[in-house]
Protein backbone atom coordinates (compact mmCIF):
# COMPACT_ATOMS: atom_id res chain seq x y z
CA UNK A 1 0.00 0.00 0.00
CA UNK A 2 1.34 3.35 -0.99
CA UNK A 3 2.25 5.80 1.83
CA UNK A 4 -0.67 8.43 0.75
CA UNK A 5 -3.08 5.40 0.99
CA UNK A 6 -2.06 4.16 4.35
CA UNK A 7 -2.12 7.87 5.92
CA UNK A 8 -5.61 8.00 4.64
CA UNK A 9 -6.87 5.07 6.74
CA UNK A 10 -7.69 5.49 10.36
CA UNK A 11 -7.44 2.17 12.53
CA UNK A 12 -9.06 2.08 16.14
CA UNK A 13 -5.41 -0.38 16.94
CA UNK A 14 -1.66 0.02 15.87
CA UNK A 15 0.82 -2.51 16.73
CA UNK A 16 4.54 -2.05 16.53
CA UNK A 17 6.44 -4.76 15.12
CA UNK A 18 10.05 -5.51 14.22
CA UNK A 19 11.39 -7.27 17.77
CA UNK A 20 11.03 -10.50 19.70
CA UNK A 21 9.07 -11.70 18.12
CA UNK A 22 6.65 -9.40 15.32
CA UNK A 23 4.53 -12.56 15.18
CA UNK A 24 3.59 -11.36 19.00
CA UNK A 25 2.17 -7.99 17.16
CA UNK A 26 0.44 -10.04 14.50
CA UNK A 27 -1.63 -12.13 17.37
CA UNK A 28 -2.04 -9.34 19.50
CA UNK A 29 -3.54 -7.45 16.60
CA UNK A 30 -5.50 -10.78 15.87
CA UNK A 31 -6.93 -10.64 19.62
CA UNK A 32 -8.02 -6.97 18.99
CA UNK A 33 -9.65 -7.55 15.75
CA UNK A 34 -11.80 -10.30 17.19
CA UNK A 35 -12.79 -7.76 20.19
CA UNK A 36 -13.85 -5.19 17.59
CA UNK A 37 -11.30 -3.40 16.75
CA UNK A 38 -9.85 -2.54 13.76
CA UNK A 39 -5.94 -3.46 13.65
CA UNK A 40 -2.83 -2.99 11.72
CA UNK A 41 0.40 -4.40 12.39
CA UNK A 42 3.42 -2.44 11.18
CA UNK A 43 6.81 -4.16 10.66
CA UNK A 44 10.16 -2.07 10.49
CA UNK A 45 12.33 -4.98 8.85
CA UNK A 46 11.41 -6.36 5.01
CA UNK A 47 10.80 -9.82 6.76
CA UNK A 48 7.99 -10.38 9.25
CA UNK A 49 8.49 -11.65 12.48
CA UNK A 50 10.82 -9.71 14.39
CA UNK A 51 13.47 -12.31 15.75
CA UNK A 52 11.36 -14.99 15.00
CA UNK A 53 12.50 -15.22 11.35
CA UNK A 54 13.77 -17.73 8.63
CA UNK A 55 16.71 -15.43 6.32
CA UNK A 56 18.74 -16.73 3.57
CA UNK A 57 22.10 -15.73 4.38
CA UNK A 58 24.45 -17.74 1.90
CA UNK A 59 22.53 -19.15 -1.55
CA UNK A 60 20.42 -22.29 -0.41
CA UNK A 61 20.57 -21.77 3.45
CA UNK A 62 17.59 -20.47 5.55
CA UNK A 63 18.23 -19.75 8.61
CA UNK A 64 16.30 -18.71 12.16
CA UNK A 65 18.23 -16.14 12.49
CA UNK A 66 17.72 -14.68 15.42
CA UNK A 67 15.60 -17.29 17.83
CA UNK A 68 15.86 -20.79 16.66
CA UNK A 69 13.59 -23.45 19.10
CA UNK A 70 10.36 -22.86 19.76
CA UNK A 71 8.69 -24.23 22.93
CA UNK A 72 6.66 -21.20 25.04
CA UNK A 73 4.00 -20.45 22.16
CA UNK A 74 0.98 -20.73 24.66
CA UNK A 75 -1.09 -23.57 23.88
CA UNK A 76 -4.48 -21.73 23.61
CA UNK A 77 -2.55 -19.17 21.18
CA UNK A 78 -1.92 -22.18 19.47
CA UNK A 79 -5.44 -23.25 19.60
CA UNK A 80 -7.10 -19.79 19.14
CA UNK A 81 -5.36 -19.25 15.90
CA UNK A 82 -5.60 -22.49 14.16
CA UNK A 83 -1.84 -22.08 13.74
CA UNK A 84 -1.42 -26.04 12.04
CA UNK A 85 -4.21 -24.92 10.10
CA UNK A 86 -1.96 -21.80 8.44
CA UNK A 87 0.60 -23.80 7.56
CA UNK A 88 2.52 -23.85 11.04
CA UNK A 89 4.89 -27.48 11.32
CA UNK A 90 6.97 -28.27 13.68
CA UNK A 91 9.57 -31.29 14.31
CA UNK A 92 9.54 -32.89 17.28
CA UNK A 93 12.63 -33.55 19.18
CA UNK A 94 13.63 -36.77 20.95
CA UNK A 95 16.58 -36.80 22.29
CA UNK A 96 16.43 -33.09 23.42
CA UNK A 97 19.88 -32.86 24.99
CA UNK A 98 23.62 -34.02 24.04
CA UNK A 99 26.51 -32.90 26.16
CA UNK A 100 30.13 -34.65 24.65
CA UNK A 101 32.84 -34.85 26.95
CA UNK A 102 36.67 -33.57 26.13
CA UNK A 103 38.23 -36.36 27.70
CA UNK A 104 40.82 -39.86 26.69
CA UNK A 105 38.39 -43.05 25.77
CA UNK A 106 39.18 -45.84 27.79
CA UNK A 107 40.83 -48.83 26.08
CA UNK A 108 40.43 -47.08 22.84
CA UNK A 109 36.13 -46.43 23.04
CA UNK A 110 34.87 -43.17 22.15
CA UNK A 111 35.02 -40.10 25.21
CA UNK A 112 31.83 -40.20 27.27
CA UNK A 113 28.71 -38.32 26.89
CA UNK A 114 25.51 -37.29 28.40
CA UNK A 115 22.02 -37.80 26.39
CA UNK A 116 18.64 -36.40 27.54
CA UNK A 117 15.64 -37.33 25.84
CA UNK A 118 11.44 -37.84 26.74
CA UNK A 119 12.09 -41.96 27.94
CA UNK A 120 13.06 -41.82 31.77
CA UNK A 121 14.36 -45.52 31.80
CA UNK A 122 16.99 -44.89 28.90
CA UNK A 123 17.83 -41.17 30.98
CA UNK A 124 18.93 -43.20 33.77
CA UNK A 125 20.78 -45.24 32.00
CA UNK A 126 23.12 -42.11 30.30
CA UNK A 127 23.11 -40.89 33.76
CA UNK A 128 24.50 -43.97 35.21
CA UNK A 129 27.45 -43.37 33.55
CA UNK A 130 28.40 -40.78 35.82
CA UNK A 131 26.77 -41.75 39.09
CA UNK A 132 24.21 -44.46 39.75
CA UNK A 133 22.95 -42.28 42.73
CA UNK A 134 22.19 -39.22 40.06
CA UNK A 135 20.35 -41.88 37.99
CA UNK A 136 18.38 -42.95 40.37
CA UNK A 137 17.34 -39.23 41.63
CA UNK A 138 16.92 -37.76 37.91
CA UNK A 139 12.83 -38.94 37.50
CA UNK A 140 11.94 -37.45 40.82
CA UNK A 141 13.81 -34.38 40.22
CA UNK A 142 11.81 -33.86 36.86
CA UNK A 143 8.81 -34.37 38.12
CA UNK A 144 9.67 -31.79 41.16
CA UNK A 145 10.20 -29.44 38.11
CA UNK A 146 7.11 -30.39 36.14
CA UNK A 147 4.92 -30.02 39.30
CA UNK A 148 6.55 -26.02 39.72
CA UNK A 149 6.10 -25.33 36.37
CA UNK A 150 2.43 -26.54 36.20
CA UNK A 151 1.59 -24.45 39.19
CA UNK A 152 2.50 -21.24 37.23
CA UNK A 153 0.33 -21.53 34.43
CA UNK A 154 -2.49 -19.45 35.68
CA UNK A 155 0.00 -16.77 36.06
CA UNK A 156 1.40 -17.13 32.59
CA UNK A 157 -1.86 -16.01 31.00
CA UNK A 158 -3.23 -13.24 33.35
CA UNK A 159 -2.00 -10.06 33.85
CA UNK A 160 -0.64 -9.21 36.98
CA UNK A 161 -2.22 -8.25 39.95
CA UNK A 162 -4.23 -4.94 39.63
CA UNK A 163 -2.35 -3.04 43.14
CA UNK A 164 -3.64 0.38 41.77
CA UNK A 165 -7.07 -0.93 41.45
CA UNK A 166 -7.33 -1.92 45.22
CA UNK A 167 -5.56 1.19 46.29
CA UNK A 168 -7.53 4.14 44.55
CA UNK A 169 -10.41 4.75 41.96
CA UNK A 170 -14.55 3.31 41.93
CA UNK A 171 -15.94 0.48 43.74
CA UNK A 172 -16.31 -0.96 40.42
CA UNK A 173 -12.76 -0.73 39.72
CA UNK A 174 -12.04 -1.70 43.02
CA UNK A 175 -14.20 -5.20 42.44
CA UNK A 176 -12.63 -5.91 38.92
CA UNK A 177 -9.45 -5.52 40.59
CA UNK A 178 -10.38 -8.70 43.07
CA UNK A 179 -10.69 -10.85 40.37
CA UNK A 180 -7.05 -10.11 38.98
CA UNK A 181 -6.12 -12.31 42.16
CA UNK A 182 -7.48 -15.27 41.18
CA UNK A 183 -4.98 -16.53 38.93
CA UNK A 184 -2.05 -16.33 42.46
CA UNK A 185 -4.89 -18.37 44.46
CA UNK A 186 -4.66 -21.25 41.48
CA UNK A 187 -1.38 -20.84 41.56
CA UNK A 188 -1.07 -21.43 45.25
CA UNK A 189 -3.62 -23.93 45.34
CA UNK A 190 -1.61 -25.92 42.74
CA UNK A 191 1.47 -25.57 45.23
CA UNK A 192 -0.12 -26.56 48.18
CA UNK A 193 2.82 -27.65 50.18
CA UNK A 194 5.92 -26.99 47.20
CA UNK A 195 4.99 -23.64 48.20
CA UNK A 196 8.25 -23.42 49.99
CA UNK A 197 9.80 -25.22 47.42
CA UNK A 198 8.80 -22.54 44.21
CA UNK A 199 10.34 -19.92 46.71
CA UNK A 200 13.53 -21.46 47.32
CA UNK A 201 13.65 -22.16 43.30
CA UNK A 202 12.94 -18.62 42.12
CA UNK A 203 15.46 -17.08 44.21
CA UNK A 204 18.20 -19.77 44.90
CA UNK A 205 21.05 -19.73 42.55
CA UNK A 206 20.42 -22.83 40.35
CA UNK A 207 23.80 -24.83 41.95
CA UNK A 208 22.28 -24.76 45.36
CA UNK A 209 18.96 -26.59 43.69
CA UNK A 210 21.02 -28.95 41.66
CA UNK A 211 23.43 -30.00 44.85
CA UNK A 212 20.81 -30.78 46.61
CA UNK A 213 19.92 -33.32 43.63
CA UNK A 214 22.82 -34.73 42.43
CA UNK A 215 26.49 -35.00 42.07
CA UNK A 216 28.19 -35.78 38.76
CA UNK A 217 29.30 -32.61 37.42
CA UNK A 218 28.49 -33.03 33.59
CA UNK A 219 24.45 -33.87 33.95
CA UNK A 220 24.66 -30.45 36.84
CA UNK A 221 26.50 -28.31 34.12
CA UNK A 222 24.09 -29.50 31.27
CA UNK A 223 21.01 -28.39 33.23
CA UNK A 224 22.64 -25.93 34.84
CA UNK A 225 22.89 -24.36 31.23
CA UNK A 226 19.21 -23.54 31.31
CA UNK A 227 19.53 -21.72 34.49
CA UNK A 228 21.92 -19.34 32.74
CA UNK A 229 20.47 -19.05 28.94
CA UNK A 230 20.35 -15.71 27.53
CA UNK A 231 21.22 -14.09 31.15
CA UNK A 232 24.11 -12.55 32.31
CA UNK A 233 24.34 -14.62 35.03
CA UNK A 234 26.13 -17.57 37.16
CA UNK A 235 25.06 -21.32 38.19
CA UNK A 236 25.86 -20.01 41.19
CA UNK A 237 23.86 -16.13 41.27
CA UNK A 238 20.44 -15.90 43.06
CA UNK A 239 17.92 -15.83 40.65
CA UNK A 240 19.32 -18.41 38.02
CA UNK A 241 17.35 -21.22 39.56
CA UNK A 242 14.01 -18.93 38.18
CA UNK A 243 15.51 -18.97 34.32
CA UNK A 244 15.62 -22.52 34.74
CA UNK A 245 12.19 -22.76 35.62
CA UNK A 246 11.44 -20.60 33.27
CA UNK A 247 12.50 -22.72 30.14
CA UNK A 248 10.83 -25.77 31.63
CA UNK A 249 7.44 -24.06 31.57
CA UNK A 250 7.35 -24.38 27.76
CA UNK A 251 5.42 -27.05 25.45
CA UNK A 252 4.96 -28.33 21.63
CA UNK A 253 2.33 -30.70 20.77
CA UNK A 254 1.09 -30.85 24.09
CA UNK A 255 4.44 -32.01 25.09
CA UNK A 256 5.52 -30.27 28.21
CA UNK A 257 9.01 -29.37 28.53
CA UNK A 258 9.67 -29.96 24.54
CA UNK A 259 11.31 -27.74 22.25
CA UNK A 260 10.49 -28.44 18.63
CA UNK A 261 12.19 -27.03 15.03
CA UNK A 262 9.78 -24.85 13.10
CA UNK A 263 9.83 -26.33 9.33
CA UNK A 264 11.19 -23.31 6.89
CA UNK A 265 12.85 -21.74 10.31
CA UNK A 266 11.54 -19.55 13.02
CA UNK A 267 9.57 -17.26 10.42
CA UNK A 268 7.35 -20.25 9.78
CA UNK A 269 5.60 -19.80 13.09
CA UNK A 270 5.47 -15.50 12.00
CA UNK A 271 4.13 -16.93 8.98
CA UNK A 272 1.39 -18.59 10.75
CA UNK A 273 0.28 -16.13 12.98
CA UNK A 274 0.00 -13.87 9.94
CA UNK A 275 -1.88 -15.58 7.69
CA UNK A 276 -4.76 -16.32 11.02
CA UNK A 277 -4.24 -12.35 11.38
CA UNK A 278 -4.98 -11.48 7.50
CA UNK A 279 -7.70 -14.44 7.92
CA UNK A 280 -9.75 -11.92 10.48
CA UNK A 281 -9.19 -8.77 8.85
CA UNK A 282 -6.16 -7.45 10.47
CA UNK A 283 -3.65 -5.66 7.94
CA UNK A 284 0.10 -6.48 7.80
CA UNK A 285 2.65 -3.90 6.51
CA UNK A 286 6.34 -4.55 6.30
CA UNK A 287 9.35 -1.92 6.30
CA UNK A 288 7.39 0.76 7.73
CA UNK A 289 9.93 1.65 10.25
CA UNK A 290 8.07 4.10 13.53
CA UNK A 291 10.31 7.39 14.62
CA UNK A 292 7.84 8.75 16.70
CA UNK A 293 4.35 7.88 18.46
CA UNK A 294 1.68 10.66 17.98
CA UNK A 295 0.63 12.18 21.30
CA UNK A 296 -2.05 14.90 21.39
CA UNK A 297 -2.34 18.08 23.44
CA UNK A 298 -4.62 15.74 25.38
CA UNK A 299 -1.99 14.07 26.56
CA UNK A 300 -3.60 10.83 24.33
CA UNK A 301 -1.70 8.84 21.77
CA UNK A 302 -3.31 9.23 18.13
CA UNK A 303 -1.07 7.06 16.20
CA UNK A 304 2.46 6.98 15.06
CA UNK A 305 4.55 8.48 12.46
CA UNK A 306 6.67 6.52 9.91
CA UNK A 307 10.50 7.64 9.43
CA UNK A 308 9.19 8.63 5.69
CA UNK A 309 6.98 11.45 7.29
CA UNK A 310 3.90 9.41 6.74
CA UNK A 311 1.27 9.85 9.64
CA UNK A 312 -0.85 6.87 10.64
CA UNK A 313 -3.99 7.50 13.20
CA UNK A 314 -5.47 5.08 15.63
CA UNK A 315 -7.18 4.79 19.08
CA UNK A 316 -4.65 2.88 20.26
CA UNK A 317 -0.89 1.81 19.97
CA UNK A 318 0.65 -1.09 21.19
CA UNK A 319 4.12 -1.50 21.42
CA UNK A 320 6.18 -4.75 20.85
CA UNK A 321 9.21 -2.80 21.11
CA UNK A 322 11.55 -2.77 24.29
CA UNK A 323 10.29 -0.27 26.72
CA UNK A 324 13.71 1.56 26.44
CA UNK A 325 12.78 1.71 22.54
CA UNK A 326 9.21 2.25 23.46
CA UNK A 327 9.99 5.16 26.03
CA UNK A 328 13.14 6.61 25.21
CA UNK A 329 13.20 6.79 21.23
CA UNK A 330 9.93 6.52 20.16
CA UNK A 331 7.69 8.70 22.47
CA UNK A 332 7.86 12.44 22.72
CA UNK A 333 10.48 13.18 26.12
CA UNK A 334 8.03 16.16 26.93
CA UNK A 335 4.89 14.09 27.01
CA UNK A 336 6.73 11.68 30.17
CA UNK A 337 7.48 12.55 33.43
CA UNK A 338 11.15 13.20 34.20
CA UNK A 339 10.97 10.70 37.07
CA UNK A 340 9.17 8.14 34.17
CA UNK A 341 12.27 8.38 32.20
CA UNK A 342 14.82 8.08 35.14
CA UNK A 343 13.11 4.69 35.74
CA UNK A 344 12.73 3.52 32.61
CA UNK A 345 17.02 4.22 31.75
CA UNK A 346 17.12 1.75 34.99
CA UNK A 347 16.11 -0.80 33.41
CA UNK A 348 18.55 -3.96 32.95
CA UNK A 349 19.37 -5.00 29.39
CA UNK A 350 22.34 -6.57 29.95
CA UNK A 351 23.17 -9.58 27.62
CA UNK A 352 25.86 -12.32 27.27
CA UNK A 353 24.72 -13.37 23.76
CA UNK A 354 26.40 -14.14 20.48
CA UNK A 355 24.41 -15.82 17.82
CA UNK A 356 26.70 -17.33 14.95
CA UNK A 357 24.92 -18.91 11.86
CA UNK A 358 27.37 -21.12 10.29
CA UNK A 359 26.39 -23.63 6.66
CA UNK A 360 28.47 -26.10 6.41
CA UNK A 361 29.12 -28.71 3.44
CA UNK A 362 29.13 -31.85 5.90
CA UNK A 363 27.46 -32.86 8.85
CA UNK A 364 29.61 -32.67 12.34
CA UNK A 365 30.87 -35.50 13.79
CA UNK A 366 31.71 -36.08 17.00
CA UNK A 367 34.37 -38.00 18.44
CA UNK A 368 31.99 -38.78 21.87
CA UNK A 369 29.61 -40.37 19.70
CA UNK A 370 30.83 -40.81 16.19
CA UNK A 371 28.74 -41.75 12.76
CA UNK A 372 29.61 -43.39 9.74
CA UNK A 373 28.98 -41.84 5.74
CA UNK A 374 28.10 -38.79 7.09
CA UNK A 375 24.48 -39.80 8.61
CA UNK A 376 23.09 -38.38 11.32
CA UNK A 377 22.60 -39.97 14.40
CA UNK A 378 20.13 -39.47 16.98
CA UNK A 379 21.91 -36.67 19.58
CA UNK A 380 21.97 -34.59 16.17
CA UNK A 381 18.66 -33.47 16.31
CA UNK A 382 18.85 -32.17 19.93
CA UNK A 383 20.90 -28.82 22.03
CA UNK A 384 24.12 -29.77 21.81
CA UNK A 385 26.02 -28.71 25.01
CA UNK A 386 29.79 -27.75 24.41
CA UNK A 387 31.97 -26.86 27.00
CA UNK A 388 29.35 -28.03 29.44
CA UNK A 389 31.36 -30.92 31.50
CA UNK A 390 31.77 -28.51 34.90
CA UNK A 391 30.48 -26.04 36.70
CA UNK A 392 33.56 -24.31 36.91
CA UNK A 393 33.55 -23.77 33.00
CA UNK A 394 30.63 -22.38 33.26
CA UNK A 395 31.80 -20.01 36.05
CA UNK A 396 34.68 -18.93 34.25
CA UNK A 397 33.24 -18.03 31.36
CA UNK A 398 30.60 -15.43 33.10
CA UNK A 399 33.70 -13.95 35.19
CA UNK A 400 36.02 -12.90 31.61
CA UNK A 401 32.36 -11.19 30.03
CA UNK A 402 31.68 -9.64 33.06
CA UNK A 403 35.46 -7.93 33.32
CA UNK A 404 34.57 -7.11 29.63
CA UNK A 405 36.00 -9.69 27.91
CA UNK A 406 34.82 -12.43 25.38
CA UNK A 407 35.18 -16.01 27.06
CA UNK A 408 38.27 -17.90 26.03
CA UNK A 409 35.86 -20.95 26.61
CA UNK A 410 32.66 -19.74 25.68
CA UNK A 411 29.70 -22.19 26.61
CA UNK A 412 28.07 -23.39 23.16
CA UNK A 413 24.63 -24.68 22.75
CA UNK A 414 25.13 -25.75 18.94
CA UNK A 415 21.74 -26.67 17.22
CA UNK A 416 21.21 -28.65 13.73
CA UNK A 417 17.85 -27.80 12.44
CA UNK A 418 18.18 -29.40 8.95
CA UNK A 419 18.61 -32.88 10.42
CA UNK A 420 15.10 -32.79 10.48
CA UNK A 421 14.20 -30.42 8.20
CA UNK A 422 15.45 -30.78 4.74
CA UNK A 423 14.09 -27.71 3.69
CA UNK A 424 16.73 -25.58 5.03
CA UNK A 425 19.82 -26.39 2.92
CA UNK A 426 21.40 -28.02 -0.03
CA UNK A 427 21.54 -31.87 -0.30
CA UNK A 428 24.13 -33.18 2.20
CA UNK A 429 24.58 -29.50 3.72
CA UNK A 430 23.53 -28.31 6.49
CA UNK A 431 22.90 -25.09 8.98
CA UNK A 432 24.29 -24.64 12.30
CA UNK A 433 23.21 -22.20 15.01
CA UNK A 434 26.13 -21.31 17.65
CA UNK A 435 24.22 -20.04 20.91
CA UNK A 436 27.22 -18.82 22.94
CA UNK A 437 27.97 -17.12 25.89
CA UNK A 438 29.52 -15.63 27.40
CA UNK A 439 30.66 -12.09 25.70
CA UNK A 440 30.13 -8.70 26.88
CA UNK A 441 27.95 -5.67 24.81
CA UNK A 442 31.37 -3.32 25.01
CA UNK A 443 34.92 -5.04 25.12
CA UNK A 444 36.80 -3.22 27.72
CA UNK A 445 35.17 0.02 27.22
CA UNK A 446 35.02 0.09 23.58
CA UNK A 447 32.81 -0.85 21.24
CA UNK A 448 33.27 -4.69 18.66
CA UNK A 449 35.15 -4.23 15.56
CA UNK A 450 34.85 -6.51 13.01
CA UNK A 451 38.07 -8.11 13.75
CA UNK A 452 36.53 -8.58 17.33
CA UNK A 453 33.92 -10.71 15.65
CA UNK A 454 36.26 -12.69 13.67
CA UNK A 455 38.18 -13.72 16.75
CA UNK A 456 35.24 -14.85 18.65
CA UNK A 457 33.82 -16.95 16.05
CA UNK A 458 37.17 -18.72 15.67
CA UNK A 459 37.44 -19.27 19.52
CA UNK A 460 34.08 -21.06 19.19
CA UNK A 461 34.60 -22.67 16.14
CA UNK A 462 38.45 -23.89 17.60
CA UNK A 463 36.21 -25.24 20.55
CA UNK A 464 33.93 -26.83 18.74
CA UNK A 465 36.65 -28.59 16.02
CA UNK A 466 37.83 -30.92 19.37
CA UNK A 467 34.54 -32.04 19.89
CA UNK A 468 33.92 -32.53 16.15
CA UNK A 469 37.22 -32.81 14.29
CA UNK A 470 37.09 -31.24 10.55
CA UNK A 471 34.46 -29.00 11.24
CA UNK A 472 36.25 -26.10 10.59
CA UNK A 473 36.67 -27.21 6.90
CA UNK A 474 33.06 -27.69 6.58
CA UNK A 475 32.51 -24.31 6.91
CA UNK A 476 31.10 -22.14 3.92
CA UNK A 477 29.82 -19.58 5.21
CA UNK A 478 29.06 -17.97 8.96
CA UNK A 479 27.43 -15.02 10.29
CA UNK A 480 28.36 -13.64 13.66
CA UNK A 481 25.89 -11.56 16.08
CA UNK A 482 27.24 -9.92 18.76
CA UNK A 483 25.12 -8.08 21.65
CA UNK A 484 25.38 -5.05 19.46
CA UNK A 485 24.82 -6.75 16.23
CA UNK A 486 21.35 -8.23 18.45
CA UNK A 487 20.39 -4.65 19.14
CA UNK A 488 20.92 -2.74 15.72
CA UNK A 489 19.20 -5.82 13.49
CA UNK A 490 16.20 -7.08 15.72
CA UNK A 491 15.61 -4.03 18.26
CA UNK A 492 17.11 -5.91 21.04
CA UNK A 493 17.86 -3.18 23.20
CA UNK A 494 21.44 -4.56 24.62
CA UNK A 495 20.98 -7.45 22.78
CA UNK A 496 18.71 -8.99 25.42
CA UNK A 497 16.60 -11.62 23.56
CA UNK A 498 13.90 -11.23 26.70
CA UNK A 499 13.61 -7.45 26.28
CA UNK A 500 15.36 -7.00 29.84
CA UNK A 501 16.90 -9.63 32.08
CA UNK A 502 14.87 -11.85 33.76
CA UNK A 503 16.08 -11.21 36.70
CA UNK A 504 13.69 -10.92 40.37
CA UNK A 505 13.32 -7.30 40.43
CA UNK A 506 11.68 -7.60 36.73
CA UNK A 507 9.23 -10.72 36.77
CA UNK A 508 5.73 -10.32 37.49
CA UNK A 509 4.47 -6.65 39.66
CA UNK A 510 7.70 -4.81 39.01
CA UNK A 511 8.56 -6.28 34.49
CA UNK A 512 9.24 -3.69 33.24
CA UNK A 513 8.31 -1.28 36.06
CA UNK A 514 6.35 -1.63 38.69
CA UNK A 515 4.56 1.61 36.97
CA UNK A 516 4.04 -0.33 33.53
CA UNK A 517 3.08 -4.10 35.60
CA UNK A 518 -0.54 -4.14 33.67
CA UNK A 519 0.54 -3.48 30.17
CA UNK A 520 -0.45 0.56 30.41
CA UNK A 521 1.65 3.58 29.92
CA UNK A 522 1.50 6.70 31.20
CA UNK A 523 0.40 7.69 28.05
CA UNK A 524 -3.34 7.23 27.61
CA UNK A 525 -3.87 5.15 24.69
CA UNK A 526 -0.13 3.35 24.11
CA UNK A 527 0.22 0.24 25.94
CA UNK A 528 3.32 -2.51 25.74
CA UNK A 529 2.54 -5.39 24.12
CA UNK A 530 6.10 -7.59 23.59
CA UNK A 531 8.49 -9.41 25.90
CA UNK A 532 9.16 -7.00 28.36
CA UNK A 533 5.89 -7.26 29.71
CA UNK A 534 4.83 -9.96 31.91
CA UNK A 535 5.43 -13.00 32.14
CA UNK A 536 8.65 -12.15 29.91
CA UNK A 537 10.68 -12.99 27.03
CA UNK A 538 10.25 -16.29 25.12
CA UNK A 539 6.64 -16.66 25.94
CA UNK A 540 4.60 -16.42 23.06
CA UNK A 541 1.42 -15.40 23.24
CA UNK A 542 0.96 -14.40 26.98
CA UNK A 543 1.98 -10.74 26.72
CA UNK A 544 0.23 -9.87 23.51
CA UNK A 545 -3.02 -12.15 24.77
CA UNK A 546 -3.08 -9.74 27.77
CA UNK A 547 -2.16 -6.65 26.49
CA UNK A 548 -4.89 -7.12 24.25
CA UNK A 549 -7.69 -8.22 27.07
CA UNK A 550 -6.71 -4.94 28.74
CA UNK A 551 -6.64 -2.62 25.82
CA UNK A 552 -10.24 -3.82 25.22
CA UNK A 553 -11.56 -3.97 29.07
CA UNK A 554 -10.37 -0.32 28.87
CA UNK A 555 -12.22 1.02 25.57
CA UNK A 556 -15.39 -0.68 27.00
CA UNK A 557 -14.85 1.47 30.14
CA UNK A 558 -14.54 4.96 28.33
Request: net charge neutral; with cysteine; aromatic share 8%.
Amino acid sequence: MAPAALANRWWRAVTLAGTVTGSRSSHTATYLQKGGLQAAVLERRHVLGGAAVSEEIFPGFRFSRCSYLLSLLRPHIYRDLELKKHGLKVYMRDPHAFTPMLEEGVRGAPPRSLTLGSDLATNQMEISKFSQKDAKAYPEFVAHLERLADAMNPLLDAPPVDIPGFTSGSLRRRVAAAKTLMPIFKCGLKLGKNLPDFYEIITAPIMKILTQWFDSEPLKATLATDGVIGAMTSPSNPGSGYVLLHHVMGEVEKEKGAWGYVEGGMGGVSQAIASAARSYGVDIFTEKDVSQILVGSDGDAKGVVLKDGTEIHSKVVLSNATPYITFKNLTPQSALSSEFIKAVDQIDYTSPVTKINVAVDKLPNFLASPTPGDKPGPHHQCSIHLNCESVDVLETAYKEAKNERPSARPMVEMTIPSVLDPTLAPPGCHVVSLFTQFTPYYIEGREWTDQDREAFADTVFDWVEQYAPGFKKSVVGRDILAPPDLERIFGLTGGNIFHGSMSLDQLYLTRPLPSLADYRSPIKGLYLCGSGCHPGGGVMGSPGWNAALTVIADLKRR
